[in-house]
């Protein structure tokens, strides 16, 4: 899930989309689902923003995301088999000290008193079914897990399998309609293989008992996944599957990447948690840059443009209002400072010369420096000018995109082919 983040925030960061983010952190909403109330007090909220992706941690709730960015969006999430996913988190989390015993101990053990807590009220069992908005109480009971799988197929247009990650990202491209550089990754916080807790066949067979209500979720969207798959088509797909194995080996040369401990990278790319995989190599070109960015450092550089660009947004309103407030009081002192003279004579009967220090002076009748004031005939020709110029300006932008093969209409968070 941290790849296909990293996915979605290059496709951002690329076309300026606006992410949903809190004021600062990388969740929204630890222990309990999310709700707007969550971004209410960011500058981009103030700014009355619109969003166009919503990627990071949360405990899912599909009303108020929709809420969030509006209809028409593409919902798309990840699974992955439950076993290795809670041996990885058992690691990562560091499970084994919470719960006070190795991992082959904890798969055969009664699930009774610590053994059947969450770790900060929201890491453990069943955590996938957890992240979809399901309690622990709930997931007990079969009819409500039924349910909220029957809910998630309907809510998301893809669900991908970590396992088949490589065809799940063709099948990510081909819903979306973008092209391999965007689909291109690296494989983010990751743990070295060596470093997994290690698991008996028994103990395998434990631990999948104890998840079982995840295993319907997986097995379930292993089915509707093998489905899409044979709907692409295995030829096609094999080709495509071999264009992208081409790019990912060519940006690897280009930006001299190769696999190392994460503490010996740079800062920005060193990756939270135990005996993590980092990547050394090309930090100058931005695309091998942002390719294997860690999470928090690449969450906090998009905050920061999103922030620049909501107090923009901030001050070009801020300027109107303050514009038009400057008129008025302009207006207004204009009328009580021009007196109306009755008598423009002196004693002696000669014309009184106009004063050279007033402070405001009539406007000429037609000035032609102000567009305003023209006559009606040249106001109309140069609307038209600048009417023929938007247009050539806005086919010329399209018969660009068109050459292109296709063009992108705006649906949600992500972009929808439309040719």
């Known amino acids: 899930s941290s790849t296909v983040q990293?996915?979605?925030m290059r496709f951002a960061l690329h076309n300026s989309l606006n992410i949903v983010f809190p004021s600062q952190g990388h969740y929204l909403g630890k222990e309990s689902p999310y709700t707007r109330k969550l971004i209410s007090d960011t500058k981009w909220a103030e700014a009355n923003f619109s969003y166009d992706i919503f990627?990071?941690?949360t405990i899912w709730n599909q009303d108020e995301v929709e809420k969030t960015l509006g209809a028409g969006a593409t919902y798309i999430t990840i699974l992955r088999d439950p076993v290795e996913l809670f041996q990885s988190l058992w690691y990562y989390i560091d499970l084994k000290s919470f719960?006070?015993?190795d991992l082959e101990t904890f798969a055969h053990a009664p699930k009774e008193g610590l053994l059947s807590e969450r770790k900060s009220n929201r890491l453990g069992r069943n955590q996938m079914l957890w992240d979809n908005g399901m309690t622990s109480q709930e997931m007990?009971?079969?009819a409500a897990v039924a349910r909220k799988i029957k809910e998630i197929e309907n809510n998301f247009h893809l669900i991908m399998i970590s396992d088949r990650f490589d065809e799940s990202l063709i099948l990510l491209k081909d819903l979306l309609c973008w092209d391999f550089q965007d689909i291109l990754s690296l494989r983010l916080n990751v743990q070295k293989s060596s470093k997994k807790a290690a698991l008996s066949r028994e103990g395998r067979d434990a631990l999948a008992e104890y998840l079982s209500a995840d295993y319907k979720?997986?097995?379930?969207?292993q089915r509707i996944f093998q489905q899409k798959i044979d709907k692409f088509g295995q030829q096609?797909?094999?080709?495509?599957?071999k264009i992208l194995k081409e790019q990912e080996e060519r940006i690897k040369a280009e930006c001299k990447l190769k696999e190392v401990a994460s503490k010996e990278v740079a800062k920005e790319r060193q990756t939270w948690g135990k005996d993590m995989i980092g990547y050394a190599g090309n930090n100058d070109n931005p695309i091998c840059r942002y390719l294997v960015m860690s999470e928090l450092s690449f969450v906090d550089h998009l905050r920061k443009l999103q922030l620049k660009r909501a107090l923009a947004t901030l001050g070009r309103t801020n300027n109107k209002v303050h514009a038009r407030r400057s008129t008025r009081r302009q207006q207004k002192s204009m009328r009580n400072s021009v007196k109306t003279k009755t008598n423009n004579s002196d004693k002696t009967g000669r014309e009184k010369p106009l004063s050279t220090d007033r402070k405001f002076a009539r406007k000429p009748r037609h000035n032609r420096n102000d567009e305003?004031?023209?006559?009606n005939k040249e106001k109309h020709e140069r609307s038209r000018s600048k009417s023929a110029n938007?247009?050539?300006k806005s086919r010329k932008k399209m018969a660009n995109k068109q050459r292109q093969g296709f063009f992108y209409e705006k649906v949600g968070h992500l972009f929808s082919c439309v040719n």
Do not use: Q, V
């Not at 979720?217 to 969207?221: A, E, G, K, T, V």
């Not at 096609?236 to 599957?241: D, F, H, I, V």
């Open 6 to 8: 990293n996915i979605l």
């Open 55 to 57: 990627a990071l941690h």
């Open 99 to 101: 719960y006070k015993s």
């Open 140 to 142: 007990d009971d079969p």
């Open 217 to 221: 979720l997986y097995n379930h969207f």
């Open 236 to 241: 096609r797909m094999k080709n495509e599957l």
């Open 372 to 375: 305003n004031d023209l006559p």
């Open 390 to 392: 938007k247009g050539r």
